[in-house]
């Protein structure tokens, strides 16, 4: 989120090259909802001070399908934790879902737990 694209695939490439069989990673990724201006209230005051402090947005990347995107890049095992898209308990607490200003619809944002596969050993 607060990284370009490029630079969360970056990233992710480092962390499989650097990692070894079994390894875990988990990260979150929230939906394309927060790229857009004024979209969610939650983020308006940080994205407005964020603006005026660095010139810059807050959030650089999102997407709303985590299988079809960065994390894809990263040739491990997959599995959603929690999609924050639903009502729901999630890690123990009731979750309702944040929903966009204008359309009223459930921001994306995906929990996900990734494993290395271990080498085949012969």
Known sequence: MYLTRA?????????????APGS?????????AVLQDGELALFKDVT????KELGESLFK???????????S???WEMQVQASLVESGTHF???WTPTLTRTEKL????NFVLANKPLADVP
């Open 92 to 94: 123990g607490r009731e």
């Open 48 to 51: 407005e001070l964020c603006k």
């Open 24 to 32: 875990e990673v988990w990260g979150d990724m929230a939906g394309s």
């Open 61 to 71: 990347h999102g997407e709303d399908d985590v299988y079809d995107g960065v994390f």
């Open 106 to 109: 459930p921001v994306t944002y």
């Open 73 to 75: 890049q990263l040739p």
């Open 7 to 19: 630079s969360n695939v970056a990233l992710l490439k480092t962390i499989d090259i650097l990692s």
